[in-house]
């Protein structure tokens, strides 16, 4: 069975200083992955997917996230965090059909 | 394109009465997504539809939700009647055959007193 966990409901960081958001996932099959963003009283927007090409995805406003299958994790980062990127982030996996597996979202706090 | 389109954008009622969301997918996509977001159970997928046909309704909580997408341009999520915890945020997102992502409304933001 599909699963997701993200690793932390709470990440804070400095403007200007890296992000990691973490994320693992359980999957039988070759997965597609995704990450989504919610900002603060806002809808769901595609962050960036994986879906088996190549392992690090470059998604909007200077995301990047690795595909590590030894290590079944889909963690995000961005060299340098900015204030905009105050928001929930969801890791997501897909196998098929549409179903998307949810994480429970990390809240990224960025301090000024 | 405009995007997926939902209304109301927010919605204030009492309990006992009807709540119809509504939700215009992309043009073109053949999925739609009803999903439920709250602070205790994040976002919970309600039911979704293939070429207006519902496939999967297990995650509707109870017979107070119906579900109806009666063309490829509207579908419609009804609770009725309405509880205090059905408070939510009510998001629907549509998919294009052979393409896995979703796009999302908005969203509803329901309040029932």
């Known amino acids: 069975a599909q699963s997701v966990t993200q690793l932390d409901s709470h990440v804070s960081v400095s403007e200007g200083t890296p992000v990691l958001l973490r994320c693992n996932y359980s999957?039988?099959?070759?997965?597609?992955l995704f990450w989504y963003v919610q900002h603060p009283n806002k809808g769901l927007q595609l962050l960036l997917k994986?879906?088996?090409?190549a392992t690090l995805v470059k998604g909007i406003n200077g995301f990047e996230a690795e595909f590590k299958k030894s290590e079944t994790s889909f963690h995000l980062t961005k060299p340098s965090a900015h204030m905009s990127d105050a928001a929930e982030y969801f890791c997501v996996v897909s196998e098929s059909n549409y179903q998307l597996i949810w994480g429970a979202g990390t809240k990224l706090i960025i301090k000024p | 394109d405009a995007g997926v389109i939902q209304s109301p954008r927010h919605e204030v009622t009492e309990m006992g009465q009807e709540v119809t969301l509504r939700c215009k997918p992309i043009?073109?996509?053949?999925?739609l997504f009803w999903y439920r977001q709250t602070m205790m159970r994040g976002l919970e997928l309600l039911i979704y539809?293939?070429?207006?046909?519902?496939?999967?309704d297990s995650g509707m909580p109870e017979d107070r939700f119906s579900a109806k997408m009666p063309n490829a341009s509207f579908s419609t999520l009804k609770i009725q009647p309405s509880e205090p915890r059905d408070s939510a945020v009510y998001f629907c997102?549509?998919?294009?055959?052979?393409?896995?992502?979703?796009?999302f409304g908005p969203g509803t933001r329901l309040l029932v007193l």
């Open positions: 994986y879906t088996s090409a």
């Open positions: 999957s039988s099959y070759s997965p597609s």
């Open positions: 997102a549509s998919g294009g055959a052979g393409v896995e992502t979703q796009y």
């Open positions: 539809f293939n070429n207006n046909v519902p496939i999967d």
């Open positions: 043009s073109g996509h053949d999925y």
